[in-house]
């Protein structure tokens, strides 16, 4: 499951990822991370399920953090899409892709939520959810 970790400036600056790794033990992969001394934000992949994941965003909620799950992450109006591929090259995770018939394909997977696309999307096909 993906969510984004929203510190506050009280939290910021306390290790609670650090905590919730060693407390539970799980290979917590952080995606994306944007740190600095007023506040954190942190797109983390966290590899459980059902009770197992609630108890551990439990446990950031817990510590002052402020937790989204990504259900979906990304809607693409194919409608509007082009398929035009201006959003491919720049995504860091390859996320997108084309598929065989030239149409754009979108691994959820694989997104981290970083926007990349939205702002290289020349007709505004793309949001962030």
């Known amino acids: 499951m993906k969510v984004r970790?929203?510190?506050s400036?009280?939290?910021v600056e306390k290790p609670v990822l650090a905590e919730v790794v060693l407390k539970t033990r799980l290979p917590i992969n952080i995606l994306e991370a944007k740190v600095n001394a007023q506040k954190g934000e942190l797109v983390v992949?966290?590899?459980?399920?059902g009770k197992k994941l609630e108890d551990v965003l439990r446990m950031f909620e817990k510590?002052?953090?402020k937790v989204q799950k990504f259900t979906r992450i990304l809607h693409i109006d194919y409608d509007t899409c082009t398929?035009?591929?201006a959003c491919i090259s720049?995504?860091?995770?390859k996320a997108l892709r084309?598929?065989?018939d030239w149409t754009l394909e979108f691994d959820e997977e694989k997104c981290v939520a970083c926007?990349?696309?939205v702002a290289a999307c020349p007709v505004k096909a793309i949001t962030v959810l």
């Not at 992949?45 to 399920?49: A, C, D, L, R």
């Not at 720049?90 to 995770?93: K, L, Q, S, V």
């Open 9 to 11: 400036p009280g939290v």
């Open 83 to 85: 398929s035009c591929g």
């Open 5 to 7: 970790l929203t510190y």
């Open 115 to 117: 926007r990349t696309c």
């Open 45 to 49: 992949s966290i590899p459980v399920t």
């Open 98 to 100: 084309f598929g065989l």
């Open 90 to 93: 720049p995504c860091p995770t």
């Open 63 to 65: 510590a002052g953090v």
